[in-house]
């Protein structure tokens, strides 16, 4: 958590310091959601961007889940899930098997999104449903090229492989959901190409520190990925930028209310 907290300027090299660089932020955060089983989730935001949903049960923190969300707007997706999908690690860091749909309902790819706060759609995302979803990438690994040439010297040594091992040509735009298959990570882990269309060295509020911005065409649509900043990291709009990232996402539309019986018996 602590490497995707960096991509919003939260930089910290053990628990203890993430603990002291987070625990200001309780007070300045407003209670987004609440849910079953004494749950409350709270949402911290900054000028910049950069948020952080805060997942608390008597009193106690039980998980966060950073966001990003840019002064002009997040990233917004079409898509289709039918069931959550659930961590078994921990209920927060769960989410939804998405297709990824253009304008015209057709399906453009799939990948897992977690959700930043979970909970209070658990329920919801258990029927199919078609929905927006407004999404951020965390990238842990992230590199711009100027030309493609560049970049297909890069991904050509790439360890992708399609049917029967045939190793794949990618394209400037590709998108792959590696976190779907084997051991590659979270669910929610993807690999992809695009576009850089703005590039912004943001400022966290909170911490002080700068960290990266950038919007990226890719082949579901407009993607905001977050970096930290790292010397001799310069991307321009123009470049393609080959992305390693963990997606977040938040739908558009509230999560349904609670009935009242549910929430006096605390449930």
């Known amino acids: 958590m602590g490497g995707n907290l960096a991509c919003l300027g939260f930089a910290a090299s053990t628990p203890q310091e993430l603990n002291q660089a987070l625990a200001p932020l309780i007070d300045s955060a407003r209670l987004a959601h609440q849910s079953g089983g004494g749950f409350s989730h709270l949402l911290w935001r900054d000028p910049s961007g950069a948020a952080i949903a805060i997942h ?80 951020s990438a965390f990238a842990t690994e992230l590199d711009v090229f100027a030309t493609l040439a560049d970049f297909d010297k890069v991904v050509s040594q790439l360890p992708i492989q399609g049917p029967d091992d045939v190793k794949l040509s990618l394209a400037p735009n590709f998108f792959i959901p590696v976190g779907m298959f084997g051991d590659a990570g979270p669910p929610s882990r993807i690999l992809f190409a695009g576009s850089v269309t703005t590039a912004y060295l943001r400022t966290n509020g909170a911490s002080g520190k700068k960290f990266w911005h950038l919007q990226v065409d890719a082949l579901p649509g407009r993607i905001d990925v ?26 558009v539309d509230p999560p349904p209310a609670r009935p009242f019986w549910a929430r006096l018996v605390g449930r």
């Open 56 to 135: 608390v049960r008597g009193g106690a923190i039980q998980c966060i889940t950073p966001f990003y969300s840019p002064p002009g707007g997040a990233s917004s997706w079409l898509v289709e899930s039918k069931a959550p999908l659930i961590d078994p690690d921990c209920r927060d860091c769960s989410g939804a098997e998405c297709d990824v749909l253009d304008s015209e309902g057709t399906q453009v790819t799939r990948a897992a999104i977690q959700f930043l706060h979970f909970r209070p759609y658990a329920q919801w995302l258990a029927k199919r449903r078609r929905y927006r979803v407004d999404v």
């Open 226 to 251: 977050v970096h930290p900043e790292r010397e001799g990291f310069y991307p321009a709009n123009g470049q393609i930028a080959l992305v390693g990232a963990w997606l977040v996402g938040r739908p």
